[in-house]
């Protein structure tokens, strides 16, 4: 069995409608030594982007115009392959965890949920 990947190897892909939340997470995900980060501003792109490529880690806002979190969620349970998923959002902490419960019902990989301000 091979090891975990190094840091800089993983390919993340962050997802929000809020630019300034993408350029954030981007930075951090930058300074954290992840060197694969690209963005996508709306649901219906990063499915997109999801069916295309393969990505090791989804950074997913929940609250999205459009396709939202957990219907890109549900999306991205019937792809072949599933990134492990970090959420987060602005909402309250007990739809994050209803989020976190319904990823992990669909079989998806939860690494931790975050508020956002």
């Not at 409608?17 to 992840?34: A, C, F, K, Q, T």
């Not at 990505?55 to 957990?70: K, R």
Request: net charge negative; charged share 20%.
């Amino acid at each position: 069995m091979g090891g975990s990947p190094h840091i800089s190897t993983l390919r993340t892909l962050v997802v929000d409608d809020d630019h300034l939340m993408v350029e954030v997470v981007s930075i951090v995900l930058r300074d954290l030594g992840v060197r694969g980060v690209d963005v996508a501003t709306d649901g219906a792109t990063a499915l997109g982007r999801l069916s295309a490529s393969s990505f090791d880690i989804l950074v997913c806002d929940l609250n999205m115009p459009g396709m939202d979190g957990l219907r890109l969620l549900a999306h991205v349970a019937a792809l072949p392959a599933h990134p492990s998923i970090i959420l987060f959002s602005g909402e309250d902490p007990r739809i994050l965890e209803a989020a976190r419960q319904f990823a992990e019902a669909k079989t998806l990989t939860i690494l931790g949920t975050l508020s956002s301000p």
